[in-house]
């Protein structure tokens, strides 16, 4: 028998979830270099990942999207 005791439906994630999300990754996956960042550039970089976002694929979608641009600046 199955573990699973409850299916919950995914809700895609708002604009400004998004947004916080990929702002999160950055501050997460950049470390000191991404918190030094000059504000126009980390939103820039939050919203390049935004426009990359898989709905099917979630917050992974904006994880890797950040990780991949911050792989690229530093």
């Known amino acids: 028998m199955s573990r699973v005791t409850a299916a919950l439906p995914f809700v895609p994630f708002t604009p400004e979830e998004r947004l916080a999300i990929a702002s999160e990754a950055i501050l ?24 990359e ?4 694929d979630g917050a992974r979608s904006l994880y890797r999207s950040v990780s991949t641009h911050l792989m690229e600046m530093f």
Do not use: M, N, Q, R
């Open 28 to 51: 997460s996956l950049g470390g000191e270099e991404a918190s030094a960042l000059d504000p126009d550039a980390f939103e820039k970089l939050a919203i390049k990942a935004v426009d």
């Open 53 to 56: 976002y898989v709905e099917t």
